[in-house]
């Protein structure tokens, strides 16, 4: 199976369309990283960390850093071993969630880019109601 290359976090900054309101706060615009996970024969996954009013110490800088410490994890590792990654990616950097989540949607992006289909495949073919 293909090994990853590499694991990149860039820093994106966006403005909303629309406020954001909460009882928390009012966002306007959002500092997110965006997570693109290279293999060796150049498929990508994509993903991105997510800044939140909920979440204030998840900033850019403290999502990047947990990413690309995880990077130093998983380069040159199978990407067959996705499942491995992703529960070591939760278990290194567990304080931060959403900068493991990334990761973690970068590598099942990849994976199902592998086999040449997207998550929204995959997904969809998962039963489409919830018993209660």
């Known amino acids: 199976m293909k090994k990853i290359q590499s694991l990149k976090a860039t820093p994106v900054s966006f403005k909303l369309k629309h406020p ?3 009882a928390a706060g009012k966002k306007t615009e959002t500092h ?31 999502m990047t850093r947990p990413i690309q410490h995880i990077a130093t994890e998983i380069l040159n590792q199978p990407m067959d071993a996705y499942r491995e990654l992703i529960a070591m ?4 950097e567990s304080i931060h969630p959403t900068a493991a989540a ?6 099942l992006d990849a994976s199902t880019r ?18 209660t």
Do not use: Y
């Open 114 to 131: 592998c086999h040449n289909q997207s998550l929204a495949d995959v997904f969809a073919r998962m039963a489409t109601t919830v018993d």
């Open 32 to 62: 997110n990283v965006r997570v693109t996970l290279t293999l060796e024969d150049g498929t990508q996954g994509f993903a991105e960390a997510s800044s939140s009013i909920a979440m204030p110490k998840e900033s850019q800088d403290n």
């Open 102 to 107: 990334a990761v973690e949607c970068a590598l």
């Open 20 to 22: 954001f309101v909460t």
């Open 89 to 92: 990616a939760w278990r290194v």
